[in-house]
C-alpha cells in the first residue's frame, strides 16, 4: 500500500471513462475542504450557466497558444477543435500554500504532466472489472452502440498503462473508495485535515 503524499504534493487523477473520478473527488470536497481540485483551461465558449475560473477558464485561442508557448500549462489538448489544458499558476499557488492539488485528467494528460512536474503523484482508478465499467458505461444512458465501444476501446488502453501509476485505486464501493482516496490526499474523509 503505497504511503500518501505530503501535503501540498500534486496528485493527478485518472481512469476510464465511467469509473466514477468525477463522483470520487466531488464526494471526497463536500467532506473535506483542504484539498483544491485544479480548474482547466479551454478556448471553447461557455455554456448556459458555466462561470469563468469555477467551471473553466475561458481563453481566446490567441491567449491559449500564447501560454503554451511560455510553458503556462501542466498538460494540455486539442479536442473537437477546441484546446483544454490546466493551467501551471494556479496549480502552484495552492501548493505554496501547503494544500493537496488534485488534477482530474485524462491518461494523455497524466503522462504530460509526468514530464512537466515529475514530483507529481499519479494515481489510476479502476472498475471492479472490465464487465462493470461496460454496465456503468451502458446504464447512463447518454451514448449509442458506437460511442459505447469506442469508450470501451479507449478504456482498455487506459488500463493497460496500470504500471505507469504511483498506486491504484479500485472504485468497487463507493465509500471505501472514498475513505482510501482521502487517505491517498493525506486527508480524513469525514473530519480535519490529518497531522
Request: hydrophobic share 40%.
Amino acid at each position: 500500500m503505497p504511503a500518501p503524499p505530503c501535503p501540498g504534493r500534486l496528485m493527478v487523477i485518472t481512469g476510464p471513462s465511467g469509473v466514477g473520478k468525477g463522483t470520487l473527488v466531488a464526494r471526497l470536497l463536500q467532506r473535506h475542504p483542504r484539498p483544491w481540485l485544479s480548474v482547466s483551461a479551454t478556448t471553447r465558449s461557455p455554456r448556459a450557466g458555466e462561470i469563468d475560473g469555477q467551471h473553466y477558464f475561458f481563453l481566446t485561442r490567441t491567449d491559449f497558444e500564447q501560454r503554451i508557448s511560455t510553458e503556462g500549462f501542466l498538460e494540455w489538448a486539442a479536442f473537437a477543435g477546441n484546446l483544454y489544458g490546466t493551467p501551471r499558476g494556479p496549480v502552484e499557488e495552492q501548493l505554496a500554500q501547503g494544500r493537496p492539488v488534485l488534477l482530474e485528467i485524462e491518461l494523455e494528460g497524466a503522462r504530460q504532466v509526468r514530464r512537466t512536474f515529475p514530483e507529481a503523484f499519479q494515481l489510476l482508478i479502476k472498475p471492479p472489472s472490465f464487465g462493470e465499467l461496460e454496465r456503468r458505461i451502458r446504464g447512463r444512458g447518454t451514448d449509442g452502440e458506437e460511442a459505447i465501444q469506442k469508450r470501451l476501446a479507449r478504456a482498455r488502453v487506459e488500463l493497460e498503462a496500470e504500471a505507469e501509476f504511483d498506486a491504484v485505486l479500485v472504485n468497487a464501493d463507493l465509500e471505501a473508495a472514498v475513505a482510501e482516496l482521502a487517505r491517498l490526499v493525506g486527508v480524513d474523509a469525514a473530519g480535519p485535515p490529518a497531522p
